[in-house]
């Protein structure tokens, strides 16, 4: 059973820092890997979106790698600003069954200015 | 770009009654829809995987005759609560994507449904 885990839980930094938030899966047969961002009460914003053929995906301050052999991925944002606060969650695609997204446990961010 | 609209935002009912949320692919067809129930502070948890014209696919746990999904068309997925109790309560959370396993998911705004 697909299990997708995310280090650390919160994390508060100081506006300007360069920042690398940690996703973990327990099954590597996925089709991808997609991380997304959530402010409170809302949906889920897609970030980016990692093919599991690929190693990394960018996009303006955000930088996406993928390990699928070690099960890892990190997200990593540069230059941090107050409107990055979120909550940033990884999934994972499934190659079995119905194709379904796994999602991961989340990390509260916080960037104080 | 892709947006998935999500309906009503918010929702109060009466124990007992039912509750229908929408959920619609307003720029693309979305050949396979999810719903999400998210708990406070709480990741997402699976609820079904529709697709367009078949009957849902539910996860384990989750009641078939309780949470009705049917996803009639390419645009449209719907949700209903049959006789909700209070525990029932919670943040409903839908989502769409287009044909072919990398197509990424798009996010409705979600509901929060409050039964009283």
């Known amino acids: 059973k697909q299990e997708v885990t995310q280090i650390p839980a919160a994390l508060s930094v100081p506006e300007g820092e360069n920042l690398v938030l940690n996703c973990s899966f327990t099954?590597?047969?996925?089709?991808?890997l997609q991380w997304f961002r959530q402010d409170p009460g809302k949906g889920l914003t897609s970030l980016l979106l990692?093919?599991?053929?690929?190693r990394e995906q960018t996009s303006g301050r955000l930088n996406a790698s993928l390990d699928k052999s070690s099960g890892r991925s990190t997200l990593y944002i540069a230059a941090s600003q107050p409107g990055d606060s979120a909550t940033y969650l990884c999934?994972?695609?499934?190659?079995?069954?119905?194709?379904?997204?796994?999602f991961g446990t989340g990390t509260r961010l916080k960037v104080l200015a | 770009g892709a947006v998935v609209s999500q309906h009503p935002s918010r929702v109060i009912c009466k124990s007992g009654t039912s509750v229908k949320i929408e959920c619609r692919s307003l720029?693309?067809?979305?050949?396979?829809m999810f719903w999400y129930r998210q708990f406070p502070k709480q990741s997402l948890m699976l609820m079904a995987t529709?697709?367009?014209?078949?009957?849902?696919?539910?996860e384990q746990g989750v009641e078939k005759d309780k949470f009705l999904i049917n996803h009639a068309s390419l645009t449209l997925s719907t949700l209903t609560v049959t006789s909700a109790h209070p525990e029932d309560s919670s943040f409903y959370i839908c989502?769409?994507?287009?044909?072919?396993?990398?197509?990424?998911?798009?996010f409705g705004n979600g509901t929060r449904l409050t039964v009283t």
């Open positions: 999934a994972v695609r499934t190659t079995s069954g119905t194709y379904k997204y796994i």
């Open positions: 099954d590597s047969a996925i089709y991808n």
């Open positions: 989502s769409a994507s287009r044909q072919g396993v990398n197509s990424p998911l798009h």
């Open positions: 529709s697709n367009e014209g078949s009957k849902a696919t539910y």
């Open positions: 720029d693309f067809q979305a050949t396979t």
């Open positions: 990692i093919q599991s053929s690929q």
